[in-house]
């Protein structure tokens, strides 16, 4: 399992990519986004036109530990893109509306940390080589609302589980990784 983290637009998906292509082989890619509205729309459109064709695109966030567990015979590669997004799809699967003030950050947590585990799990027996892509949330300043700062504790807490199972982790600044992991 290789863990890729990094800020907004550093080039974390490049490098994820560049990855699996230089593995050959099929590359199964699991997007975690939804769409939600226009602009999330075009984005995914315009991923989707960027990614080589012969690729196997899978968009999904639930049960991701079953997808990984079911392709890791046929796929060379496969890229989860992206687990910042992942998380904030299972918060909101159990939040009560977009109010932090009545959201149980144990049991939001909980929910996460189980799909968490199940994938890391499903990764590392994996065949094929999982490549996880995550933003990397802690470098800047504390977000002025409590659900951004629960969203940015839980991601934190989330990147360091993964990287402490990655055989090798990544940071990638203006498009320059950095191996910071290598087991």
């Known amino acids: ?107 939001t947590e909980q929910h996460v940390n189980r799909h968490i585990s199940a994938l890391i799990a499903a990764s590392q027996c994996s065949q094929a080589e999982v490549v996880i892509v995550t933003n990397e949330l802690g470098m800047g300043i504390v977000p002025d609302n409590l659900l951004a700062r629960q969203f940015r504790d839980i991601a934190g807490r989330v990147n360091q589980q993964l990287a402490a199972a990655a055989s090798e982790v990544f940071l990638v600044v203006s498009g320059i990784p950095i191996q910071i992991k290598s087991t």
């Open 1 to 107: 399992m290789i863990l890729i983290t990094g800020g907004a637009r550093s080039g974390k998906s490049c490098l994820a990519e560049q990855r699996a292509l230089s593995n050959g082989g099929p590359v199964m890619y699991i997007a975690t986004s939804l769409a939600i509205d226009d602009e999330m729309r075009e984005r995914i459109t315009l991923h989707q036109q960027q990614r080589p064709a012969e690729w196997v695109t899978v968009e999904a966030w639930q049960d991701l530990a079953q997808v990984v567990a079911g392709a890791g015979e046929t796929f060379t590669t496969i890229i989860i893109e992206c687990i910042t997004t992942l998380v904030t799809n299972l918060m909101f699967d159990v939040m009560p509306g977009l109010d932090a003030t009545v959201m149980d950050i144990g049991v």
